[in-house]
Every structure is written in structure tokens, then in C-alpha cells.
């Protein structure tokens, strides 16, 4: 398993596409509609998740998450999606470390994500920093991590 950083010219780019048209997560298939018009500052990043040549799993890192405008964060790690049949492997986890990884070298002390599950990314050392009316899908907690 490897966690690669994609850009729009490599292969793994289309492969990601097709991956997260599939998804049955309705990002996912947001995420693939914004890949297929590049929709991405030069700085924000797309990662795949890859185990055997094939795509597994997916995350962004970019600016801004969709949250009601009181909540003025940024830069934030989006769409951490894995596919069921590659569960329990800590492919998010790995995803998620990748992303924080970028985002140091770019600079961030700080990256924070919204998501509507309890439990998980506590344990990847998110600390939960409200709770919010979700502007889109299920997504209801802001947690950030300092990097």
C-alpha cells in the first residue's frame, strides 16, 4: 500500500477519477467531478491511496471545507474516503499522516476537517472544537490538530 500525492497529468489522476465515481459516499462522486475540471488552488492536494495498482482510497487537502461562514478555519483535510473491501488496513490513517505531512511542509501549524463520525479522528490525534448545522451531507463536528 502506498499513499501517493496526484496531479492532473499522471494516470493515477484518471484512475482516481473513475475510483471515486464509483463511490458510493456522495463526495466521492463530488470529489471526482472536481478532479475532472482540475478544480484545485496549485498548492491543494489530492491523495490516492494505492494497493496493487489500483486505487483504494482518497483524501484532499485544500483550504477551505464547506462550513457555515462563522467558522473561519483553514486549510482543511476533505473527503477521507477508504473503499469497504480495504477497511482495517489504517489506510485512512495513512492517508490522513500523508496529508499532515504536506501540510507542514508547506508551513500549517494547524489543519482541521469536519466529519460526522464519533471516535475516529480522536484516535489520529484531532481534538473536537465544535459542534455545527452541517451546510452539506451528514458532516457535523470541526475538530483541528496542530501540527
Known amino acids: 500500500m502506498t499513499i501517493e500525492a496526484i496531479k492532473k497529468e499522471q494516470e493515477l489522476w484518471e484512475k482516481t477519477i473513475r475510483f471515486a465515481e464509483k463511490c458510493p459516499w456522495p463526495p466521492g462522486r463530488r470529489l471526482a467531478e472536481r478532479m475532472k475540471i482540475n478544480d484545485f488552488a496549485d498548492w491543494e492536494q489530492v491523495f490516492a491511496a494505492v494497493q496493487d495498482g489500483e486505487v483504494a482510497g482518497f483524501c484532499v487537502f485544500e483550504h477551505k471545507g464547506t462550513v457555515q461562514k462563522d467558522f473561519d478555519f483553514h486549510p482543511f483535510l476533505n473527503m477521507v474516503f477508504v473503499d ?64
Open 84 to 147: 469497504e473491501g480495504h477497511r482495517g488496513q489504517r489506510i485512512s490513517q495513512k492517508l490522513v499522516e500523508a496529508a499532515l505531512r504536506y501540510a507542514k511542509e508547506l508551513g500549517y501549524s494547524k489543519v482541521y476537517l469536519k466529519s460526522e463520525h464519533r471516535g475516529l479522528y480522536e484516535k489520529y490525534g484531532f481534538r473536537k472544537i465544535a459542534d455545527f448545522v452541517p451546510v452539506t451531507g451528514k458532516a457535523d463536528q470541526l475538530f483541528e490538530i496542530e501540527i
